[in-house]
C-alpha cells in the first residue's frame, strides 16, 4: 500500500510518499518540485510511480506557493521568480539534512527533480550540493542567466514597467552566474542527468536545455548517464509519456 502523508519540516509543507510498510527504513529519496503557481499535490502521479518501485517521494510546496501561497498577486510573484529559485535551494539543502539526520535515506541515495521552475531550480542545485546523485529537469532550463534576461525582456515588450532599476536587475542576474549550471558544466562529474522538453515550449525555451545538452555530452564517459527527450509538438505541458520515461530513467539511475 502507498500512504501519503502531510508534514511539515522547517515549516515547510509537504507531502511524503511511500510504501506504507517502509515508512521508517531507509529508502532511496527523490524531491520533486512543481512549477511555477503550481503546487505539491499537482505531481503525486510521479510520486505514486516512484514510491511503487520503493522509493520514498519528498513533495515540497515551494515559496509563495500552495500552503505557503500568501496575499500575492501573479504579477508580483512572477517578479519574485528568482526569489523563489534561491529559497529553494536552501530548503531543498533542510530537507536533505532532516533525512539523514532520520536516517531516511539508503546508500546516499538523493536525487532531486522539478517540472518548469522545478527543473530550473533542480539544474540550479547542481551547482551547490554534490550529494544530489541523480536528477531529472523537465522542461526547465540550465541556462539561467540566459532565461532571466530573455524574460525580463518579454516583461518590458507588454509595456510593464518593471518595478526595479537597471542597477538592481544587473545585481540579480550577477546573482545568478553563481547557480547557472551552463556556466560550470564541470560539476556535473558525469552525474545521472535526464532532460525532457516539448518541442513547442514558449515559457521556458526548448532550445536552452537541448544546446545545454549537447554541450556536455561529450563530458559524460558513460553515454547512459545523460539522456535528452524530446517531445515533437508538445508545449509547456508535461505528457503521460514524459512521466512515465522520467520514472523508468531515475529507477535505473538513482
Same mark, same amino acid.
Given at each position: 500500500?502507498?500512504?501519503?502523508?502531510?508534514?511539515?519540516?522547517?515549516?515547510?509543507?509537504?507531502?511524503?510518499?511511500?510504501?506504507?510498510?517502509?515508512?521508517?527504513e531507509a529508502?532511496?529519496?527523490?524531491?520533486?518540485?512543481?512549477?511555477?503557481?503550481?503546487?505539491?499535490?499537482?505531481?503525486?502521479?510521479?510520486?505514486?510511480?516512484?514510491?511503487?518501485?520503493?522509493?520514498?517521494?519528498?513533495?515540497?510546496?515551494?515559496?509563495?506557493?500552495?500552503?505557503?501561497?500568501?496575499?500575492?498577486g501573479n504579477?508580483?510573484?512572477?517578479?519574485?521568480?528568482?526569489?523563489?529559485?534561491?529559497?529553494?535551494l536552501i530548503?531543498?539543502?533542510?530537507?536533505?539534512?532532516?533525512?539523514?539526520?532520520?536516517?531516511?535515506?539508503?546508500?546516499?541515495?538523493?536525487?532531486?527533480?522539478?517540472?518548469?521552475?522545478?527543473?530550473?531550480?533542480?539544474?540550479?542545485? !547542481?551547482?551547490?550540493? $554534490?550529494?544530489?546523485?541523480?536528477?531529472? @529537469? %523537465?522542461? +526547465?532550463? =540550465?541556462?539561467?542567466?540566459?532565461?532571466? &534576461?530573455?524574460?525580463?525582456?518579454?516583461?518590458?515588450?507588454?509595456?510593464?514597467?518593471?518595478?526595479?532599476?537597471?542597477?538592481?536587475?544587473?545585481?540579480?542576474?550577477?546573482? !545568478?552566474?553563481?547557480? $547557472?549550471?551552463?556556466?560550470?558544466?564541470? @560539476? %556535473?562529474? +558525469?552525474? =545521472?542527468?535526464?532532460?525532457?522538453?516539448? &518541442?513547442?515550449?514558449?515559457?521556458?525555451?526548448?532550445?536552452?536545455?537541448?544546446?545545454?545538452?549537447?554541450?556536455?555530452?561529450?563530458?559524460?564517459?558513460?553515454?547512459?548517464?545523460?539522456?535528452?527527450?524530446?517531445?515533437?509538438?508538445?508545449?509547456?505541458?508535461?505528457?503521460?509519456?514524459?512521466?512515465?520515461?522520467?520514472?523508468?530513467?531515475?529507477?535505473?539511475?538513482?
Amino acid at each position: 500500500m502507498i500512504h501519503i502523508s502531510k508534514e511539515y519540516w522547517n515549516h515547510i509543507p509537504l507531502l511524503v510518499v511511500e510504501e506504507a510498510e517502509k515508512s521508517n527504513e531507509a529508502l532511496p529519496v527523490l524531491t520533486y518540485l512543481h512549477g511555477f503557481t503550481s503546487a505539491k499535490e499537482h505531481n503525486l502521479p510521479i510520486a505514486y510511480l516512484l514510491a511503487e518501485r520503493g522509493y520514498r517521494v519528498i513533495l515540497p510546496d515551494c515559496y509563495l506557493h500552495g500552503e505557503r501561497e500568501e496575499d500575492v498577486g501573479n504579477q508580483e510573484r512572477q517578479m519574485k521568480f528568482f526569489e523563489v529559485v534561491q529559497q529553494n535551494l536552501i530548503e531543498i539543502k533542510q530537507i536533505k539534512q532532516l533525512l539523514d539526520k532520520k536516517g531516511l535515506i539508503k546508500d546516499k541515495r538523493f536525487g532531486l527533480a522539478g517540472t518548469s521552475m522545478g527543473g530550473i531550480t533542480t539544474a540550479a542545485a !547542481l551547482t551547490k550540493y $554534490d550529494w544530489i546523485k541523480a536528477s531529472a @529537469v %523537465l522542461m +526547465g532550463t =540550465p541556462k539561467l542567466v540566459t532565461f532571466a &534576461e530573455e524574460l525580463m525582456e518579454k516583461i518590458k515588450q507588454t509595456g510593464y514597467q518593471l518595478p526595479i532599476t537597471e542597477e538592481e536587475i544587473n545585481f540579480i542576474l550577477t546573482g !545568478l552566474r553563481s547557480i $547557472d549550471l551552463s556556466l560550470q558544466p564541470e @560539476v %556535473l562529474a +558525469g552525474r =545521472p542527468l535526464f532532460f525532457w522538453h516539448g &518541442e513547442e515550449d514558449s515559457v521556458v525555451p526548448f532550445e536552452q536545455s537541448y544546446s545545454f545538452h549537447e554541450s556536455v555530452v561529450p563530458l559524460y564517459k558513460n553515454p547512459e548517464s545523460i539522456r535528452f527527450l524530446r517531445e515533437v509538438g508538445r508545449g509547456h505541458k508535461v505528457s503521460r509519456f514524459a512521466i512515465l520515461e522520467t520514472v523508468n530513467w531515475l529507477e535505473m539511475q538513482l
